[in-house]
């Protein structure tokens, strides 16, 4: 009996061991994943550090919390991949006065990286039920500078609007209109071009009065694939 | 040997036809199913194991034999009615929220692999069963084995047809029950009717059962990220309306937030309206163009799709893929008076002709506008028409897609297609054709080698001046043209590229910072691989670019066929291994399951080896003569499907029409190999005709339909009718000849020889679809050939 017994414990206790390591598991994230593959903004890498990121996701991808994939949050969405996060956070260029929009909310995680650099982060979500836990979630972990709102993000929100950078975490097939209006002029929006596990390319969008000027980014050591050697 | 009587004879004949009606068209309804909740690559994987039943059941035949052929008659009822039982039980299970799996989550969820592995049990056992109550039957009236052959094949053609029926009036999910009772009635027609109440009552209750489940049928929940479900999870959307149909699902979704505007220009400052759009299999169709003839401006127009409307007003337009009617529309606005528009799916052109109408003004009602349904290849061989415009549909996926399309044939995208398109156009005439742009880079590599060599083709000696592109921050537009660009013309594209904040990839006299003014790339070498592809070396750059970017051909329609093994390392370097597998999906999952598959298959035809019992002589004829009938049947059978696609302009068509005819005259020539004995001299000769047949198809079957396809459709049947049953007729002799040779020389080979035939069947499918991507329709015949080639000669390992 007493076998059966401690069997159980343990069977309860083996998933919550590795809690204590995940702060390690975070420093390694940033040393191994985001360092090494060209992230330099000091602020960008202090926010990587300090947001805990297993506290984003389902009970079920908690121990994949910081692995080098994006990891499925249900609805048909992810969390992206830590590098992407830190990429697209590295290239909005993010200030402390910053006013940030962020289209497609997602877990959260995203908004939390870049309420730690700047000023205020507004977020909007069309899943309902994304948004809802988004909001709870960021409100217990204590976040005051982030607004979110359940809407179509085609609209991006206005109310708030001129924004200094604008993030948009799901890949689009068109820039809508509203949201090169509510960018500042100098401003820079990113948004992502591929599927959720196939992020391979971001887009930078850079507004200079009414003409916009995109640049295709790629986030990973690419080495020109012709075969040569 | 036990002989049935006569009317039992007759009834097990019945009953083996509508076991094999219902086997046939099952295996298509699961298909149907798993590609609608997930995709159709998936859904191969699950089947393919599934097929493999025939293999197990030759494999149980051989280990228990005696055991199963003494309780046959008591057998034979049990496995049909359990078949269909089985059929039912299948598709409750593998729907059930206990084992549904995602084939997304397959690279980083393991447990995901598991459901996987449980689905394609679970769908394993009505073929076991099935094909378990089909072997009994073949090794214990081996004597009359081409009669029931002949049942057998005749059924599995019938069943063919009736999947296409059945798929166009019921829901995928309500099929399989349908199917489940026709299981069900073969095994009453079998039933020895001696304590029946039991039997009865059992049998009534799963009717009953059955009968509530077509009219409710099981609920499907969809992979969440299918197109489809991601579109239910915006705000207020619905499914409008639903229409099965032979191609699959329709399914028509609105929601308040569902807009398309691909790659829309950030010069655009209206507002993007919003789209019903069409779903088919779950999959993303298109949106339904919400056009309005008072309608201001045209999304089109802000794309980089407008290019060809830059240059000149055109009049006669040809829409290919026409879908829901974008460019349709598109052309009706820049001013043509007559657009024909191609859609090969039916199902969504008759509702957008009716039911759907309203939603685009009744677009293909217009006076002008004339739609028609066949594939494009068919349209441009039989067009008497000029134009001034053919428009392609867009190629690749936002982003660059994840392969999935791979091994799908794409006529339209050939150089032999595009040489058509040529030929149609009028003197100052254009092709024009788009192109996602993807990372790492592909379609447009390959666009600008096949509208190269099409050039070349023509006898233009400088493409720069024929060839122009203009490249968003999300498409690139080609257009070739008849004459050279004019001053006129290259000015025109300039303007339009900075009124639209775009950028020229190829106009005649372009500078080298024109390329990159408004949208930069971070990896130039995107347009120094683009220049040597169009003035450089191409064959050096086919040679050692690390996709596959040859320009495909009739014989080899794969254009989204861009993976070569030897790059798989270093895209694994690049990318990470996880991503390699999303990049190129389609085609690993194949090699995957024929991986599987042969494993699988390989172990069911061992496995009798190690039973002393079985033990005989012959083994290396049997080995040899049925594993070559198997896979060079197979093998002309997936070929003959992809080749008449092309032929009969719908693919839907064409799998039921080659897989009926061939499977009824296979039945024609099982029966009258009845007349023949079957002594190794006779057997030899028809292998060898087979043979002979089959290299004259390598060489010939192509440029005569090529040179048909033109013809009248009456005639273009008969031509098929004697292409596809010609070698089919003499293709069912030497499978019922073998077994009665077999029952002569070593009748304990029997089962054995019987599984072999099924194991190697299912692995040669497989094949078949990877061999025809990588070598082509012509190898995979000769290849056919070659293995009946082997059957013949194993015949003189014949002992005693």
Known sequence: ?229 | MNKPGFSYRHRLMAAMALLSIALIAYQVAIIQILSYVQWYHFANVVISIALLGFGAAGTLLSLFRNRLLKHSDKLLPLLMTGCGLMMVVAVELSLSSLARFDSYLLFSARLQWLKLLANSLFYLLPFLLGALALGIVFIKYVQEIGNFYFSNLAGSGIGALFAAVLAGYLLPASIPYVLALIAVGAGLLVMQFKRPWYSIALILLLVLFIAYRINTPVTTTLSQYKSLSRTLNLPASRIALQKPGAYGLVQVVSADALRYAPGLSLAFNNEVPVNSAIFNNGDWFGPIDSWHASDSFHLLDYTTMAVPFVLKKRNKVLVLYAGSGLHVSQAIRQGASEVDAVEPHRGVGQLLLDELAGMNDSLYRRPGVQLYHTEPRSFLSSANKKYDLIQLHLVGAFGGGVGLYAMREEYSLTRQAFMNMWNLLEEDGVISVSAWMDYPYRNSLKLTATLAETLDETGITDPRLHLAAIRSWATVTYVIKKTAFSAQDIAAMRTFCNDYFFDPLFIPGLSRGERTLYNGISDSTFFVYQDELLTGDREKMYREYGFHIRPATDDKPYFSQFLRWKSLPRLADNFGSQTVSFLELGWLIAALSFLQITLLAVLLIMVPLFKPSTRGRNKGWTLIYFSGLGAGYMLLEIVLIQQFILFFGNPVYATAFVICIMMLASGAGSYYSTRLVPDRGIMQRILVMIFLLLLLYTFFLSPLLNKVDSYPGFIKIAISLVLVAGPAILMGMPFPLGLRKQAVKEEKNLPWAWGINGCVSVISASLAALLTVEAGFAAVILLAAIFYGLSMLSMYLIRG
């Open chain 1, 1 to 229: 009996m007493r076998t059966v017994n401690l069997i159980f414990i343990l069977g309860w206790l083996l998933p919550v061991l590795p809690l204590q390591d995940y702060s390690k598991a975070r420093e390694a994230m940033v040393r191994t994943q985001i360092e090494a593959r060209g992230v330099k903004d000091p602020a960008t890498l202090a926010a990587m550090r300090k947001v805990q990121r297993h506290k984003f996701v389902g009970p079920a991808q908690v121990t994949d919390a910081y692995d080098d994939n994006p990891l499925p949050i249900g609805y048909g969405q992810t969390i992206s991949q830590p590098y992407i996060v830190a990429y697209m956070t590295e290239n909005v260029k993010p200030k402390p006065g910053f006013t940030v929009l962020e289209i497609g909310t997602g877990s959260g995680y995203q908004a939390a990286v870049l309420a730690e650099i700047v000023n205020k982060v507004y977020t909007v979500e069309i899943i309902g039920e994304l948004g809802k836990q988004a909001a709870t979630r960021l409100k217990s972990l204590n976040y005051k500078n982030i607004e979110v709102k359940v809407a179509d993000g085609y609209h991006g929100w206005k109310e708030h609007a001129p924004y200094d950078a604008i993030i948009v975490t799901a890949a689009a097939e068109y820039i809508p209109p509203p949201l090169k209006e509510q960018l500042k002029d100098g401003g820079r929006m990113i948004i992502p071009i591929g599927s959720p596990y196939l992020t391979q390319q971001l887009m930078l969008i850079e507004k200079n009065g009414n003409k916009y000027r995109t640049t295709s980014l790629i986030p990973v050591r690419f080495v020109p694939f012709k075969r040569s050697q």
